[in-house]
């Protein structure tokens, strides 16, 4: 009866963490770092999807893909915003006309 009562909490802690972890990053904001109100802050977010930058509405990436953005800048980056969109497609072409080492 114990282990039963063990699992069942274990899986209810677990599906609880889920359902957290997805309210929290809803709006792809991962985690925000402020030094000072309204100055510089530490960011990371979920990246766009490649097939999407050139979409009028682009969209995140999932949560499962591990592609994370890490920004240093203005507070008020929007991983959705324009910046953050054409800075995506520079790195994206880079990537497909640099054949070159590390």
């Known amino acids: 009866m114990k282990i039963k009562t063990s699992v069942f909490a274990g899986l209810l802690f677990l599906s609880s963490l889920g359902a957290v ?9 991962i985690s925000k770092q402020e030094s000072t109100p309204d100055s510089y802050c530490h960011e990371k977010f979920r990246a766009v999807r490649p097939s999407t930058l050139d979409a009028d509405n682009p ?3 999932s949560s499962e893909s591990g592609d994370v953005v890490d920004y240093y800048g203005s507070g008020d980056e929007s991983p959705l915003g324009q910046e953050q969109t054409q800075e995506q497609k520079l790195e994206a072409q880079h990537r497909w006309v640099g054949d070159y080492e590390d």
Do not use: P, R, Y
Not at 21 to 29: H, K, L, Q, R, Y
């Open 21 to 29: 972890n997805s309210a929290i990053a809803e709006d792809g904001v």
């Open 59 to 61: 969209t995140l990436k």
